[in-house]
């Protein structure tokens, strides 16, 4: 019995050497930088305006690294043993696959409408029309 | 059940494990399957299941989104990307709160667990009240999740009038309309009087039995007119219609793809936000307990289902908010 609550002990307390202060301020720190930079794409110095792709992958990659911090040292994963991997690899992997399945009947759904869907859905064009509507309003489209 | 359960004391670590050599008597080996603890584990087992959870929401929302014709800009909508940005930033700081309250009860210090756990506690309760607001917001302007409160239509058309002269028909609202109209001037604001004039034009342009889109457009901009970009947050950018002016009027309003908007933020954001609520009932069990070593692993344990929930939130805020 000695044996098993040495062992818990240890497993409990085997981080004891890991994480620390310095560390979780140092993540704190890149994580505020990192929520700011994800605003980088509504500068004006922001080169790729025209290709609004680009900006999304930015953004995306700016929160994968901000989940990624989370995960190694808030979460203390970067510590853990292997079955961190049996958790966190078929989750990532059915994530994607969700998405993947989902995109020919949801993700294309307007490739291919009714009519009756084609007389009721909204397009580019309506929004144009209320632009137009309100500049022919107000002249700036405010009272 | 393979491994024998009992060690003979001649045998020297052949059950494997942590013999250490007894003498005389018998013991009972016991080899945990994983490195962790019990609790520790079960955290982890049902996290992944959350994120199941959040991975089925962020990606259906994600195909929805990027497969829909039209996709309401921010402004459309009277999100804020500053609060966002703001709100996520308040959920770092508790995430940081949290891992302090654990490293201070590892340490033994417990009073200053007690007051790391009561900021992270704090802290998210912040974040629902900004939250709240945020979604004040939005039902003032009539997004709502789902009719019959919301007045979300997809396009100025036909329609979008005749559920505007519904409206406008209804008993209590041409009551109400009457008494508007009988209202001396000085009693409005510059704005109401502006709108009272706008309500009239509208009232003549839906009953019109040959209007056309655009002047539909017109009266959906005069209702809510979608704002322009660089209105921002709330307050003097913001553009007004009659909806504001009156808000007991709750005309029907037209932002394109609003509907979809709407269902999927409100899901997303509510969802998050019970998840942050039961993080937060949680914590405040936490604070009645003594917050040293032997409960470690409890606060442990709550603070990875906090951390579980900020990270939702650091995909949640991009896919909303900014893009």
């Keep these: 019995m000695t044996d098993h609550a040495a062992h818990d002990h240890a497993a409990g307390h085997a981080d004891h050497a890991h994480g620390g202060l310095g560390k979780y301020i140092a993540v704190f720190v890149a994580l505020c930088f990192l929520t700011t930079m994800s605003f980088l794409t509504y500068s004006p110095a922001w080169p790729w305006r025209d290709q609004p792709q680009v900006g999304w992958a930015f953004m995306m990659a700016v929160s994968c690294t901000k989940a990624m911090l989370v995960v190694l040292f808030f979460m203390h994963v970067w510590w853990e043993a292997n079955w961190k991997y049996v958790l966190t690899i078929p989750a990532a992997m059915m994530a994607l696959f969700l998405v993947i399945m989902l995109v020919p009947d949801i993700g294309m759904r307007n490739r291919m409408v009714s009519q009756e869907r084609a007389i009721h859905m909204a397009r580019p064009s309506d929004l144009l029309l209320l632009e137009q509507a309100g500049d022919a309003g107000h002249g700036d489209g405010a009272h | ?323």
Aim: charged residues 15%.
């Design chain 2, 1 to 323: 059940m393979s491994s024998p359960a009992i060690s003979i004391p001649t045998d020297h670590g052949q059950a494997g494990g942590h013999d250490d050599g007894h003498h005389g008597h018998v013991h009972l080996q016991y080899q945990p399957g994983l490195p962790l603890s019990r609790g520790k584990l079960i955290m982890w087992l049902f996290l992944s299941t959350e994120i199941m959870f959040f991975a089925a929401l962020l990606g259906s929302y994600i195909v929805l989104r990027f497969g829909a014709t039209v996709w309401p800009k921010p402004h459309h909508v009277h999100l804020s990307e500053p609060i966002g940005a703001f709100n996520t930033f308040v959920l770092i700081c508790s995430s940081v709160t949290v891992v302090l309250a654990l490293e201070a009860a590892k340490a033994n210090k417990t009073g200053l667990a007690k007051i790391w756990m009561a900021a992270t506690l704090a802290l998210g309760s912040l974040f629902l009240g900004i939250k709240a607001y945020e979604y004040q917001a939005k039902f003032s302007h009539g997004i709502y999740p789902a009719a019959p409160h919301g007045l979300i239509h997809e396009r100025p058309d036909l329609y979008y009038g005749s559920a505007v002269r519904s409206r406008l028909g209804e008993p209590a609202i041409i009551d109400k309309l009457k008494e508007l109209d009988e209202t001396p001037a000085e009693n409005l604001t510059a704005d109401q009087r502006a709108a009272r004039t706008a309500l009239q034009q509208i009232r003549t342009m839906v009953a019109d039995p040959g209007q056309q889109a655009f002047e539909m457009a017109v009266v959906a901009d005069q209702i809510a007119p979608l704002p322009a970009e660089g209105a921002g947050s709330h307050g003097d950018g913001h553009a007004h219609g009659i909806n504001d002016a009156f808000p007991w009027l709750r005309l029907p309003i037209v932002i394109p793809g609003g509907n979809m908007w709407a269902s999927t933020y409100f899901l997303l954001t509510g969802f998050h936000a019970v998840h942050v609520a039961v993080g937060l009932l949680v914590f405040a069990i936490l604070l009645g307990y003594r917050l040293g070593p032997k409960n470690a692993g409890m606060i442990e344990n709550a603070g990875l289902y906090w951390h579980f929930v900020d990270l939702v939130w650091i995909f949640l805020f991009p896919l909303l908010y900014l893009f």
